[in-house]
């Protein structure tokens, strides 16, 4: 019992901390199962019209699915914004 409180006296949550933020870390990397199956293949890079377009589609994405949404009343501010 008194191990353990020499223990808590001698680490600072900070160091707790740390440590347990590297702990999967740390599994990762002493991990020894190898990868199973052929690995993907790379996709060929994209060309700047291509990226533009998917940047377009993702926009026109989100805005379709943020005008689904309903806001209450009570969330919407009570004034306007005008320049």
Do not use: H, N, W
Not at 18 to 45: E, F, I, N, R
Not at 46 to 71: G, I, N
């Amino acid at each position: 019992m008194s191990d353990c409180r020499d223990l808590a006296k001698a680490i600072t949550r900070r160091q707790l901390a740390q440590l347990t933020a590297a702990l999967p870390l740390a599994a990762q990397v002493t991990s020894t199962v190898p990868p199973q199956g052929a690995p993907a293949p790379a996709a060929p890079p994209a060309t700047p019209q291509e990226r533009l377009q998917k940047a377009y589609a993702d926009v026109r994405k989100v805005s379709d699915q943020l005008a689904k949404l309903e806001v209450p009343a009570s969330l919407e501010p009570a004034f306007a914004f005008r320049p």
